[in-house]
């Protein structure tokens, strides 16, 4: 989607087409799938619980990341085009819709664990937002990488936390928000996810 598509496609285009490309991706990403994982975190194969956990925060954070990162992408292409203020946030409230429709097949597409029912990236991507978006936060990917964090080591009676040494999780979780923000950058214009 290079600069001579900028304007020329309709928003509602421009907003399926981005979301549909940079939604699919995670979940089929094979670098999140256990073995490229199990290395990177020095986690044992057989330890499935906290190899699928970090691949559903990876997933979580990447989701947050597109999400964000087609919006801005939209604000800076279409703010000179349509400058009613209200349109645009009637049109980020549809894309919104969309982004959680696109997400919910992928994930019921996807081999995940029980415990990651509908609500479960629409929670946190609300926790990411709650993080990532105030005023007073840390640079975004510090605070992406805090939610990451705390995702990853969450557990309760049906979801496990990962098992790995809390380097191991954050590199992990660097590592995958430096290779989709380059990949976003280069979709959606190397201005975004820049907080």
């Given at each position: 989607m290079g600069e001579d598509s900028k304007i020329s496609m309709r928003p509602e285009e421009f907003l399926l087409k981005s979301f549909s490309i940079s939604i699919d991706y995670p979940f089929n990403d094979e670098h999140l799938q256990?073995?490229?994982?199990?290395?990177?975190?020095?986690l044992e194969l057989n330890n499935e619980?906290?190899?699928?956990?970090a691949r559903v925060s990876a997933i979580s954070m990447i989701l947050f990341l597109a999400q964000y990162g087609v919006i801005e992408s939209f604000y800076s292409r279409y703010k000179n085009v349509i400058l009613?203020?209200?349109k645009i946030e009637k049109i980020i409230g549809k894309a919104v819709d969309l982004f959680d429709q696109i997400v919910e097949k992928n994930?019921?597409?996807?081999?995940?664990?029980?415990?990651?029912?509908a609500t479960y990236f629409s929670k946190w991507k609300t926790r990411y937002q709650?993080?990532?978006?105030?005023?007073i936060s840390e640079p975004l990917k510090s605070s992406v990488l805090q939610v990451f964090y705390e995702q990853a080591k969450f557990a309760d009676e049906s979801e496990p936390?990962?098992?790995a040494n809390d380097e191991k999780i954050t590199d992990f979780?660097?590592?995958v928000y430096d290779k989709y923000v380059v990949g976003f950058r280069k979709l959606l214009g190397d201005d975004i996810l820049v907080k």
């Open positions: 256990n073995k490229c994982s199990s290395e990177f975190l020095e619980d906290s190899l699928d956990k009613d203020r209200e994930r019921g597409n996807s081999n995940l664990p029980v415990y990651v029912d709650d993080v990532a978006l105030t005023p936390a990962v098992l979780g660097n590592e």
